[in-house]
């Protein structure tokens, strides 16, 4: 009896096993995600992508999709009062070390205001919040910002990308543009995008 118990719960357990990795695959797909990459082409509602990592992604653009223009701006544009974003990684001394800023726009403020984990890079963080001092120190500007749940001292260097966002339409959407767009999977598996992040005069959006 034993071995009949031991060679039947085998099985059980590698269907459980099994599941259990679908349903999370299953979580992981329906939550809404991005996309970065290049714009390969349009066809009517639909933008056909060739993301950073080499896939080939297909989003049906909705009829409220919203796109917005990436430009370079200046260090010194950043001003107390500034509300920014950062993605940020931590440095070795244990601070936050911003590989990217974002201004935005006064009409934006407040958008996505707080303090969490990001994608772009592995233990990067992504916060968004208001500049309420700026130090030139040794190694470039450190940044003091505050949000509703509390603040963070960010370091960024004189190399740090620094951008913000203007006006812009679908006809930006031409191949080779550099996007990233918000991606969503709809219930037949097909993805669809409501905000597209262009780079202007071929630049890469950092963020």
């Known amino acids: 009896m034993p071995v009949h118990r031991s060679t039947l719960t085998r099985p059980i357990l590698a269907v459980a096993m099994v599941v259990a990795s679908s349903l999370c695959a299953i979580a992981q797909q329906t939550s ?3 996309v970065r990459g290049t714009v390969e082409g349009v066809d009517g509602d639909v933008l056909y992508v060739k993301s950073r990592s ?24 950043i001003k107390v009062g500034s509300f920014i974003g950062t993605t940020t990684v931590p ?3 244990g601070g ?3 590989i990217e800023v974002h201004v935005f726009p006064e009409e934006m403020r407040g958008t996505g205001e707080g ?10 963080t992504m916060t968004n919040a ?25 370091v960024v ?8 966002y203007v006006p812009a339409d679908k006809s930006e959407l031409k191949a080779g543009a550099k996007v990233i767009a918000a991606m969503k999977m709809l219930p037949d598996g097909s993805f669809e995008t409501n905000r597209v992040s262009v780079g202007r005069d071929g630049l890469t959006p950092p963020m």
């Open 54 to 77: 080499g896939e080939d992604v297909k989003l049906r653009m909705t009829g409220d999709m919203r796109v917005v223009g990436i430009i370079k701006i200046s260090l010194a544009d």
């Open 32 to 34: 809404p995600s991005r």
């Open 96 to 98: 936050n070390n911003a």
């Open 130 to 154: 208001t500049v309420a001092e700026t130090v030139v120190g040794n190694e470039g500007h450190i940044l003091n910002i505050k949000y509703k749940e509390g603040e963070k001292k960010v």
């Open 157 to 164: 260097s004189p190399d740090t990308p620094v951008v913000t």
């Open 91 to 93: 440095g070795p001394d």
């Open 115 to 124: 303090s969490r984990p990001f994608d772009l890079r592995p233990n990067s």
